[in-house]
Each structure stands twice: as structure tokens, then as C-alpha cells.
Nanobody, 118 residues
Framework: QVQVVESGGGLVQPGGSLRLTCVAS????????WGWYRQAPGKQREMVAT???????DYAAAVEGRFTISRHNAKNTMYLEMNSLKPEDTAVYYC????????????WGQGTQVTVSS
């Protein structure tokens, strides 16, 4: 059974930094896309950044230039380095592990809270 676990959230002042980590247990990962998504109160979940197993990255316009996504395939681990944080970055951040072709899989973590406030 695959488990996806996020960590690293917390309370930070505007302009500060945080590093989120996502670890997926199990094996058989590959040829997939890992991503960070976030959901603020009263809003829909939105994509923050994604990275393929080949290293191709994609960022939401709101975080481009401030956040950096990376992954370590051998360790089944993904990171999100968040700098210059703003109050509007406050949300629950979720890790997603997804493969679009056989064997298809789509796993979500339980989320980690990030709060940006003075």
C-alpha cells in the first residue's frame, strides 16, 4: 500500500522561507509526474508546481521565481523550496504522485499547513 506523507509546513512571517518535503512509500514509481497543490479556505485546490521523473518542471504564475520544486527519484522524495512567502501563500499544501499511463496511479498526501502571517 502506497503512502504519501508531507512535512515541513508551519507558521512563517511574510518574506520568509519554508521547505516542504513529500515522501512516498512503496515501489514501482517511474514515468510519472509529482506535484504540489494547495487549497486555501473557501477556495478550490490549485496546482503550485509539478515535476516529471525526467525533471521537467511547471509552476503556477503566482509562485514562479519564488518557489522551486525538485525530486530525488531514488529516494521517492520531492521538495518544494518556498522563498519570499506572502500571506496569500497561506494554504494546506498537498503532495500528488500520478502516472497517466499503465500502470495508472494517483496518490495524494494528507496535506501540511503553511501559514504566512506577521
Amino acid at each position: 500500500q502506497v503512502q504519501v506523507v508531507e512535512s515541513g509546513g508551519g507558521l512563517v512571517q511574510p518574506g520568509g522561507s519554508l521547505r516542504l518535503t513529500c515522501v512516498a512509500s512503496g515501489s514501482g514509481f517511474g514515468g510519472d509526474r509529482w506535484g504540489w497543490y494547495r487549497q486555501a479556505p473557501g477556495k478550490q485546490r490549485e496546482m503550485v508546481a509539478t515535476v516529471t521523473s525526467g525533471g521537467t518542471t511547471d509552476y503556477a504564475a503566482a509562485v514562479e521565481g519564488r518557489f522551486t520544486i525538485s525530486r530525488h527519484n531514488a529516494k521517492n522524495t520531492m521538495y518544494l523550496e518556498m522563498n519570499s512567502l506572502k500571506p496569500e501563500d497561506t494554504a494546506v499544501y498537498y503532495c500528488n504522485v500520478r502516472r497517466f499511463y499503465a500502470p495508472v496511479y494517483n496518490y495524494w498526501g494528507q496535506g501540511t499547513q503553511v501559514t504566512v502571517s506577521s
